[in-house]
């Protein structure tokens, strides 16, 4: 492989990363927060994507300003959800049978609602970043660079948010200690239901987001769904930096990897990772990492 | 059970019914003629094509009542038709079928819109001895178990492979591409992909010097980044690229293929090509990409405009793509089989389905007759998107309606 293929490929897992970490950050919160694990999370991005289609249909908006407008609009959302459904749940301070039972049915049925206003044809934005920025041999495709900025940039407003202000610092505590947290004044009730409209807004602005890359239907969302885990189970549960740094050990991992094996096998990439993770460091590579770091 | 538990369940309750009843749907009758059993997607996610084939079923359906039915044993027997709507699940696919010939009594069953659900269905009906014709499977999997009663109106994925070889042949014996070309092929890790790179391979292997394979590997259906394979394919430095793909991950390719700069002198995605919603993802960029496809209404049979106004006249709508005609085609064979057995056993229809030709039919090559293993051979027809939205047949050369670019100009 010559440098240029090198630095080609290199790119192309950075930019992947990006949106990797945008999907999976979502589905970390809330499962941080409340220890629920959201398989509605696919379901949340399908919706973000149609959203930012009907945007550009309709409307003629710019999807990355759809992309944008999804925030909002699906922090509603899932406060929405949070309080019909997901209040409801026995507390628990592990992944019960019955939040599994309830996020799976609620995708069910948000797919098939999908489907019924939308039927199962393939839809895809036709944006205007179809081509490539060209730095001398190096090819950078624009579309994922823009989907990249936007990524990161919302990732960085959210670990802002997550460490300072006071919404952000009782996430963190409830995080690290449900009990302890509560005891000196935080509202779980409350902080839970911010938490999962913020993990909703982050899953509805990465199927916007993914609109621009990507053709969708209702089905959309489900491979992107089993990546989440592995970056979730890589970065560990903490922080937007663990999640960013799990997105990118992924993206490398499958970029490279399919250099050496055949492309069939790029699912075997991440279950494989997943599974060697689990085994060999069970709380996450960040946390082998922090315990390396602390004992320094 | 405390308050907040009791509340719980009762939403866990409602979810699932919510979920149930918009999952499944069932439509179906009884009475005297003969019943037909239908069983397609019309929800999830096969339920558009699966909506098109039943209603090209039902079209032919309603022209065969209309003239008073079928003729057996010189009485006049309408057809009654027993729908079942399986949702795009596999599992539920097969107890319809089995429900459809057990409970209705059907005397033969159609459907299996798709290679995944056209498989599960293929097992039910030799263990009933009901003759089953799928419409919308092509995978040789379903065809060489030996199967006694199973039928398919589509012709096999790996003539479609030959069929795209042969064409590019075409293009090297007419001057406009050399001999001794390249290929990179990548194609889906499905058994349509396996057979569309198999039937590649087969000519290759019986058409010495004029391609040779440099690059073939499967691909995961779904995958949601092919920079790393599209890398691999540019490494190879081919001169032609095949692939075989579903709709979704053909716009996802072709759209990283566009923005990795890639280029080749001929471009194909299997079956997948002309679609609109490719178009509208990638506007020019789909542009003289080439497909090997079923059915197109601009065949310049005199049955094809028939059945278009017929159809449009039965829908409001004139045909999306292949999936009404292949269902209309397999019908229309059904009842004559039916007529040709001049009884309703289903042995004997199965024989008379062996025999059957349908001398108007709508496939390439205007006549459809089942092969040894069940399935038709009719052949496939080549188009090939143009600049300004235009799709011409451009081979088999009887039927085209333009000339073939190759190579494919660059940009």
């Known amino acids: 492989m010559t440098a240029v293929e090198f630095i080609n490929l290199l790119i192309s897992a950075l930019l992947l990363a990006g ?7 979502g589905m970390t919160i809330i499962y941080g927060v409340m220890k629920i694990v959201n398989l509605a999370h696919a379901g949340f991005m399908m919706l973000g994507a ?72 393939d839809r895809a934005i036709l944006t205007a970043h179809r081509r490539t920025l060209p730095l001398g041999p ?27 202000s006071w919404f952000g610092r009782s996430v963190t505590a409830l995080i690290q200690n449900p009990y302890a947290a509560q005891i000196v004044g935080v509202d779980h009730q409350k902080t839970s239901q ?12 990465a199927g916007a987001l993914m609109a621009m890359l990507f053709s969708f239907n209702p089905d959309f969302g489900r491979p992107f769904l089993v990546r989440a885990f592995v970056i979730i189970v890589l970065g560990g549960l903490e922080s937007v930096t663990g999640v960013a740094f799990g997105a990118l050990i992924l993206a490398l991992i499958e970029t490279f990897g399919i250099l050496f094996i055949p492309a069939g096998y790029q699912p075997a990439i991440s279950f494989g990772l997943l599974v060697v993770v689990l085994l060999v460091f069970p709380t996450g590579i960040a946390g082998l990492l922090k315990r390396k770091w602390r004992l320094a | 059970m405390n308050r907040s538990s009791h509340r719980f369940t009762v939403i866990l309750l409602l979810v699932a019914a919510v979920a149930g009843l918009i999952a499944g749907c069932k439509k179906g009758g009884g009475g005297d003629g003969i019943t037909i059993g239908v069983v397609l997607p019309i929800t999830g996610r096969e339920g558009k094509p699966g909506q098109y084939q039943r209603e090209g079923i039902e079209l032919a359906i309603k022209q065969i009542n209309d003239k008073g039915g079928l003729t057996v044993n010189g009485k006049k027997l309408q057809l009654k038709e027993v729908f079942y709507d399986d949702g795009s699940d596999s599992a539920k696919s097969a107890s319809l079928v089995e429900r459809a010939i057990s409970s209705d009594s059907a005397t033969a069953v159609l459907g299996g819109y798709s290679t995944a659900l056209g498989q599960a269905e293929s097992v039910i009906p030799d263990r009933y001895q009901t003759p089953w014709i799928t419409t919308g499977a092509a995978a040789s999997t379903i065809f060489n178990h030996g199967y006694q009663y199973t039928f398919g ?23 406009k591409l050399k001999k001794g070309l390249k290929i990179a092929m990548a194609v889906e890790n499905t058994d349509h992909g396996v057979d569309y790179a198999q039937g590649i391979e087969d000519w290759i292997k019986q058409h010495p010097g004029y391609f040779t394979i440099v690059f073939n590997e499967k691909f995961d259906l779904g995958s949601p980044d092919f920079s790393g394979l599209l890398q691999k394919i540019k490494s ?33 995605y299997g079956a997948r090509g002309p679609e609109a919603d490719a178009k509208k993802a990638l506007g020019a960029g789909t542009d003289y990409i080439f497909a090997g496809i079923w059915w197109s209404k601009k065949l310049q049979y005199p049955q094809e405009q028939k059945f278009v106004n017929d159809y449009k006249q039965f829908t409001g709508r004139e045909p999306d793509s292949w999936y009404a005609a292949t269902a209309y085609d397999g019908m229309r064979a059904l009842a004559l089989a039916i007529e040709q057995a001049n009884s309703t056993d289903k042995t004997a229809i199965r024989d008379a389905l062996r025999k059957v030709e349908l001398k108007d039919s709508l496939l390439p090559g205007g006549a459809m007759k ?16 143009k600049p300004g939205d235009k799709v011409d047949i451009v081979f088999p050369k009887d039927v085209a309606t333009g000339d073939a670019i190759a190579p494919i100009p660059a940009k």
């Open chain 1, 138 to 164: 190096i090819t950078i495709p624009t579309a994922g660079l823009v989907v990249f900025i936007a990524a990161v940039t919302c990732l960085a407003v959210l670990q802002f948010i997550l460490h300072k």
């Open chain 1, 194 to 205: 911010l938490t999962f409209g913020l993990g909703t807004a982050f899953a509805g602005f």
């Open chain 1, 19 to 25: 949106l990797y970490a945008a999907v999976a950050v």
């Open chain 2, 153 to 175: 109106t589509l012709s096999p994925t790996t003539l479609l492979g030959g069929i795209t070889a042969e064409f590019l042949g075409a293009q090297v014996d007419q001057g």
């Open chain 1, 50 to 121: 149609y959203f930012n289609y009907e945007l550009f249909e309709w409307l003629h908006l710019d999807p990355m300003a759809g992309a944008l407008l999804s925030l909002p609009v699906f922090f509603v959302f899932g406060m929405g959800v949070h309080w019909l459904l997901v209040r409801w749940l026995p507390k628990s301070d592990q992944p019960t049978l019955s939040s599994l039972l309830l996020m799976f049915g609620f995708w069910l049925v948000l797919q098939n609602v999908g489907y019924l206003i939308w039927g199962n044809s």
């Open chain 2, 370 to 385: 089942f092969g040894p293993n069940g399935q038709v051979g009719n052949g496939f027809l080549i188009v090939q998107n």
């Open chain 2, 236 to 268: 190879a430095k081919a001169d032609i690229f095949l692939a075989d793909a579903h709709l979704a991950d053909y716009i996802t390719m072709q759209r990283q293929y566009l923005q990795n700069g890639l280029h080749h002198q001929m471009i194909s």
